[in-house]
C-alpha cells in the first residue's frame, strides 16, 4: 500500500472553528489532492497541488484553504466550519507520470454541529 | 463534469463474471480510461487503466472498444469482497498531471 496517512481519521466539531485535515506521504510523490464525499455526489475535489507551495482550486473549493509547505503534508483549512462541511474527505497522491494510477488515503470522517 | 456513463447498480453471482460498462462517447485521442473502485466508504482503489489496446492485470481485464467510445471492466471470478462502486473515468494525460473527476458510478453486489 502506498504511503499515505491522512489524520485526524475523526472529527466532531463546531460551527464556527477552525479545522485542520493533515495528509502525510512517504512516496515523494509530486501531486496531492484533497476530495470530499458526500451522499448522492460522489467523491468532489476541493484543491490539489502540484509542487511544494503549489496549489489550485478544484469543483468544490469554497471556504476551504490549502497550504503545503513541504513534499510530505498537504493541509486542508476550513477557517470557520459550517455544517455544509459535514463530509467524509480524502486525500490522494500521484507521481504525475503519464498514466499511473492516484492513491487515496482512508479518509477523515468529520461533523461540523 | 464526469465524461462518463455508468448504470447506477448491477448484481453479479459469486464465482461468476462480472461485467461492468461504461460509455464514453467524447472521449479523445489523448485521453485514458480509468477503473476504481471504492468498497464500504474506505478511499477508492486503483483497478487499472488503458488507452486503446485491452489491458490485464491480476485485478481485472479492460476491454475498450475499437472507436474507444466505450469500455468494459471485466472481474473474472467474482467474489463477495468485490462488492462495491466502481468509477469509470477519463482523464487526459500529459506530462504534468491533472486530477481525476469522480461521477457517481455503479454499485456492484456480489452475491452469494
Known amino acids: 500500500d502506498a504511503g499515505i496517512t491522512q489524520s485526524p481519521r475523526h472529527k466532531v466539531t463546531e460551527t464556527g472553528t477552525p479545522v485542520t485535515l493533515r495528509c502525510h506521504q512517504t512516496?515523494?510523490?509530486?501531486?496531492m489532492y484533497w476530495y470530499r464525499q458526500d451522499p448522492g455526489h460522489g467523491l468532489r475535489l476541493i484543491h490539489y497541488?502540484?509542487?511544494?507551495?503549489?496549489?489550485d482550486k478544484g469543483e468544490v473549493s469554497d471556504g476551504y484553504s490549502v497550504s503545503r509547505s513541504k513534499t510530505e503534508d498537504f493541509l486542508l483549512t476550513l477557517e470557520s466550519a459550517t455544517s455544509s462541511q459535514t463530509s467524509v474527505y480524502f486525500c490522494?497522491?500521484?507521481?504525475?507520470?503519464?498514466?499511473?494510477?492516484?492513491?487515496f488515503g482512508q479518509g477523515t470522517r468529520l461533523t461540523v454541529v | 463534469d464526469a465524461k462518463t456513463t455508468q448504470p447506477t447498480s448491477m448484481d453479479c453471482a459469486e464465482g461468476r463474471a462480472a461485467n461492468l460498462p461504461c460509455n464514453h462517447s467524447?472521449?479523445?485521442?489523448?485521453?485514458?480510461v480509468y477503473w476504481y473502485r471504492q468498497i464500504h466508504s474506505q478511499g477508492p482503489q486503483y483497478i487499472i487503466h488503458?488507452?486503446?489496446n485491452n489491458e490485464t492485470n491480476e485485478m481485472a481485464s479492460l476491454i475498450i472498444t475499437e472507436d474507444r467510445k466505450s469500455s468494459t471492466l471485466i472481474l473474472p471470478h467474482a467474489t463477495l469482497r468485490d462488492t462495491a462502486v466502481y468509477y469509470c473515468?477519463?482523464?487526459?494525460?500529459?506530462?504534468?498531471?491533472?486530477?481525476?473527476?469522480f461521477g457517481k458510478g455503479t454499485r456492484l453486489s456480489v452475491i452469494a
Open positions: 488503458g488507452l486503446k
Open positions: 467524447t472521449i479523445s485521442g489523448n485521453e485514458y
Open positions: 490522494a497522491i500521484s507521481d504525475g507520470q503519464g498514466g499511473t494510477e492516484a492513491f
Open positions: 512516496e515523494n510523490h509530486r501531486y
Open positions: 497541488s502540484y509542487g511544494v507551495k503549489d496549489t
Open positions: 473515468i477519463v482523464r487526459v494525460v500529459r506530462s504534468g498531471n491533472t486530477p481525476l473527476v
